[in-house]
């Protein structure tokens, strides 16, 4: 059942990422083709882009997180034994919990009441920008759900009920 309900939460993530860029595409294709041939720049367009670019980075971080394909600077960790690696992903995954929290779910939502609060309404497109600014609630949710996902993954290891990648590839190595 809870697998049922990450793997739809993970379409709907990633689903609403490429909308995102296709829109994204869409709207500079526009912005150019109104810009340079009908010689009359669309008033909306400009605006539009931003807006789509602050959602594709924010939930693009997610998806990058889910797929462990953030930047990372390993090479005191790449030092050390199994064991310490896994310990320090633990502690990795516990600072992007409390950054996730804090700054996008509880720092997001208080910046979106705010927003709604004083009606601020973007100056092209006529959308309340609470609106814009909800990708940060979004993507804390996923980068928290991916991070307790990890964490759990890494103590069913550390306690030995589950099998590394490691154990895996040296299992498959021995059967070859």
Not at 23 to 49: D, K, N
Not at 85 to 92: G, K, N, S
Not at 132 to 161: K, N
Request: aromatic share 12%; proline share 2%; net charge positive.
């Amino acid at each position: 059942m809870l697998g049922k309900l990450k793997r739809a939460l993970d379409a709907v993530l990633e689903g609403g990422l490429w909308l995102a860029m296709l829109g994204m595409t869409l709207t500079v294709i526009w912005q150019v083709f109104t810009r340079f041939i009908l010689r009359s720049p669309s008033p909306w367009t400009e605006e539009l882009a931003i807006f789509l670019l602050i959602w594709i980075g924010l939930l693009g971080s997610a998806v990058a997180l889910k797929r462990k394909s953030h930047l990372g600077i390993d090479f005191l960790v790449s030092r050390l034994n199994e064991k310490w690696c896994r310990i320090a992903a633990l502690c990795v995954w516990c600072c992007i919990i409390f950054f996730s929290v804090s700054v996008f779910v509880f720092g997001g939502i208080r910046m979106v009441t705010v927003i709604l609060m004083n009606n601020q309404i973007s100056p092209a497109l006529g959308i309340r920008m609470g609106w814009i600014y909800l990708a940060l609630q979004i993507s804390g949710f996923f980068l928290t759900l991916y991070s307790v996902e990890f964490i759990v993954e890494e103590l069913l290891i550390l306690s030995g009920r589950k099998a590394s990648p490691n154990q895996h590839k040296e299992l498959k190595v021995m059967l070859d």
